[in-house]
């Protein structure tokens, strides 16, 4: 995944899922984002898809997710909807928010993503990336914003770590989860290997106090989309009023000087953060980010068993 040296955030004011201009708004962002048109290919849909657990809030609202299959599907793409969570199933997930039933229309098909072959690493440390379906041209990467008790904040740098596949993600909260900033630097060291994606952050109505999955909702009617993560998240905070020591991936990303982390060096080609700015409240003080192991064994113990069990 390349970055530009002058990103693009798109971002529009959107105060509720269940309005007509919804999906006009979702293809607004993304026509603006993408430097081309995806027509007649695959497509891979990532929302978050974090638990069962207060769905709803904690996950990629499934009206935004029936938005953007119905852009892409609409362009005559064949259109997959995937994720690998740490702990249970992209279906379970999926299931929770009624997703079957919304993306039938579209053909729009949920996948797990898993472990598979690999094409050689371009970094020297971190979890290997799950298996893209075969053909898939583009990445649509569906970010929840919410308050986040061992990163500060979640926004799209971290919801592409859920590319990573469900066990290997888990083990990597026990490897990196020594520190905030040793597991803000292993995301930013995946970086480089994710395929080609773009961005579309759902901060419609967000989740702030808490999270991942616990906190309290926040309508701060934020959409907003970028090629370069960095940047969109970079923008995302602005609108929220914080400073990098709020965030320990801005922090890290900053001390790297990556591109899309200096808000001077992102061109908006829709609202500007201060447009947008919203009260928001971060967890009071950051939790190790590190799983217990014996949550951790009893998921893989889990996952081998699911693979056991006959189809059908």
Not at 160 to 189: E, I, N, T
């Amino acid at each position: 995944m390349t970055a530009s040296r002058s990103p693009v955030v798109h971002m529009t004011r959107q105060l509720r899922y269940e309005d007509d201009r919804l999906r006009s708004a979702a293809a607004e962002c993304l026509d603006h984002a993408l430097d081309r048109e995806i027509r007649n290919s695959a497509v891979l849909i990532k929302p978050n898809f974090i638990s069962r657990q207060n769905a709803f809030l904690s996950c990629t609202h499934p009206g935004l997710i029936e938005a953007v299959c119905a852009h892409f599907s609409g362009l005559g793409n064949n259109v997959l909807v995937g994720d690998s969570p740490a702990f249970g199933s992209a279906r379970n997930v999926a299931s929770a928010l009624d997703l079957p039933e919304r993306l039938t229309p579209y053909g729009a098909r949920i996948v797990e993503l898993k472990a598979g072959k690999q094409a050689a690493r371009r970094t020297t440390e971190g979890p290997a990336l799950a298996q893209i379906p075969e053909n898939v041209e583009l990445v649509v990467n569906l970010p929840k914003l919410k308050a986040h008790k061992q990163m500060g904040i979640s926004g799209a740098t971290k919801n592409l770590f859920g590319l990573v596949p469900g066990a290997r993600k888990a083990v990597a909260h026990v490897r990196y989860g020594q520190s905030h900033q040793a597991f803000a630097r292993m995301l930013l060291d995946l970086l480089p290997d994710y395929p080609e994606s773009v961005s579309l952050l759902d901060g419609i109505r967000a989740m702030e106090k808490s999270g991942p999955t616990d906190g309290e909702p926040r309508d701060c009617g934020i959409l907003a989309a970028s090629r370069d993560p960095l940047a969109l998240d970079t923008a995302v905070y602005l609108a929220l009023g914080l400073t990098r020591k709020d965030v320990p991936l801005w922090q890290a990303a900053s001390e790297r000087e990556l591109p899309g982390t200096e808000p001077e060096t992102i061109v908006y080609s829709g609202m500007k953060p201060q447009q947008l700015r919203t009260d928001f409240q971060m967890p009071e003080c950051l939790s190790p980010v590190s799983f217990h192991p014996l949550r951790l064994a009893k998921s893989i113990c889990k996952r081998g068993l699911a693979r056991l069990r006959p189809a059908g």
